[in-house]
């Protein structure tokens, strides 16, 4: 093996939906720390303005040097702004309030759409930096709940994405405009950008129209949809104000197990996709 065999090349999958509301940033923070678990070197980049990956994951507003904004913005260097999580093997660039007003400020400014894609490439192959953090198997990127200018970065910068789907009626509601947004990134910044996957969440076995969605999603978008589904548990939804991932708060729990699962097919088929190249 050579020595650029040896450098790996991460997995980067945004997690969209500009509906909020809809699990997205629970799901980056728990799918990000189950790969971490399973040994992979992870790296979540929050570029949500609400902050809540950062806050979940323990990182709160006044303990937040500096934040994906100066990357964005400023054009700071990733290293200098990512930073440890209490989860072995995961690291963090941390959102900020100010990033509301990023979107106006990098509104009309040359490569605007490519910045972050930027950031994560200089970051990876080290350039600025004399560290081994800078390698990642995967970066998980949390979207805002919105088609903005800071989530068409995250499209650039990502190898594929994960919709989260609430299971409840609405669900596909807004469906095709995000896909058209993937499809706009695809033809104008990203040309192999792929939907990893649509991800059925809050999904609660006692109500029928649950199960009646999910059973339309899978009837309408097939193979897209991945095999797991994350049921409706409220150790989930308690985690976060531990400041925790929801394994390191209940690892037993339906949740835990669900969310473990997910890494475990996401790992799977990236290792079929690999092996059938
Ligand atoms: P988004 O990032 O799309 O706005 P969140 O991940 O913040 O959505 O989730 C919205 C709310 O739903 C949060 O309060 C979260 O704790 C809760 N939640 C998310 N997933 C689940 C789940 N599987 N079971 C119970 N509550 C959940
Ligand atoms: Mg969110």
């Known amino acids: 093996e050579t020595a650029l065999n040896d450098m790996k090349t991460p997995h980067t999958i945004a997690i969209v939906n500009q509906k909020g509301g809809v699990g997205k940033t629970t799901t980056t923070i728990n799918l990000a720390a189950a790969l971490s678990m399973r040994g992979k070197k992870v790296l979540l980049v929050d570029i949500d303005p609400q902050g809540n990956a950062s806050t979940g994951l323990g990182i709160p507003r006044a303990g937040r040097e500096s934040s994906i904004y100066d990357i964005l913005v400023d054009g700071a260097n990733l290293m200098d702004v990512a930073i440890k999580t209490d989860v072995p093997g995961l690291m963090l660039v941390p959102s900020d309030i100010d990033l509301a007003a990023a979107e106006l400020e990098i509104g009309n400014a040359a490569g605007r759409t490519t910045r972050l894609r930027e950031a994560l490439t200089q970051a990876q192959t080290g350039e600025g930096t004399a560290t081994d953090t800078g390698r990642w198997d995967y970066i998980l990127i949390d979207c805002p709940p919105s088609l903005s200018i800071l989530t068409v970065n995250a499209l650039a910068a990502s190898d594929s994405v ?116």
């Open 162 to 277: 994960i919709v989260p789907l609430q299971c409840e009626f609405y669900a596909l509601e807004g469906l095709s405009q995000l896909l058209q947004t993937v499809e706009m990134a695809k033809a104008n910044i990203n040309p192999n950008l792929i939907i990893e996957g649509v991800m059925l969440t809050m999904f609660d076995g006692r109500n029928r129209l649950s199960g009646q969605v999910a059973a339309d999603v899978r009837k309408h978008l097939g193979r897209a949809v991945f095999d797991t589904v994350i049921p409706r548990n409220v150790r989930i939804a308690e985690a976060p104000s531990f400041a925790k991932p929801v394994m390191m708060y209940d690892p037993d729990c339906a949740g835990s197990l669900a969310y473990m699962a997910l890494a475990d097919e996401l790992l799977a088929r990236h290792s079929r996709r690999k092996s059938a190249h």
